[in-house]
C-alpha cells in the first residue's frame, strides 16, 4: 500500500515537473515573441521618419532624440545615423527570430520526447 502511494506521488510530481517545464516553455516564447514585436514597430518608425525626411533638403533643421535629450541637427546628419539604427535594429531582428526559431524547435522535440 505504502508502494502505492510513492507511485502516485512519483507520478504527480513527474505531471508537475512536465508543466513546469511546458510553462518555461511557453513564457520563454512569448518573451521572444514581444521582443521582436517591439523591434518590429521601431524598425517601422524609423521607416517613417526616413520616409519624411529624405524628401526635404538638407540643411533643413530636424530634431532628434538622443538619450532622453532633444538635439538639433540637419537632415542630412540625421539621416545616415536612422539608417545605421535601422540596420542595427533589422540584425537584432534576424537574431531574435533565429532565437524564436530555436526555441520553437527545442520545445517540439521536447513535446515528442513526452509523449509515449
Known amino acids: 500500500m505504502c508502494n ?9 510530481r ?4 512536465l508543466q513546469a517545464q511546458y510553462n518555461n516553455y511557453k513564457t520563454a516564447l512569448q518573451t521572444l515573441a514581444q521582443k521582436v514585436g517591439e523591434i518590429e514597430q521601431e524598425i517601422e518608425e ?14 533643413r533643421k530636424c530634431f532628434r532624440l538622443i538619450n532622453g535629450v ?10 545616415p ?3 545605421t539604427n535601422s540596420d542595427g535594429l533589422k540584425q537584432v531582428l534576424e537574431e531574435l527570430l533565429k532565437q524564436y526559431k530555436s526555441k520553437q ?6 513535446k515528442v520526447g513526452i509523449v509515449p
Do not use: F, I, S, Y
Open 46 to 59: 524609423h521607416k517613417l521618419v526616413t520616409e519624411t525626411l529624405q524628401p526635404l533638403p538638407g540643411e
Open 70 to 79: 532633444l538635439v538639433e541637427r540637419t537632415v542630412k546628419d540625421v539621416l
Open 105 to 110: 524547435d527545442e520545445m517540439d522535440k521536447w
Open 4 to 12: 502505492m502511494a510513492t507511485g502516485q506521488e512519483t507520478a504527480v
Open 81 to 83: 545615423a536612422l539608417k
Open 14 to 17: 513527474k505531471q508537475q515537473d
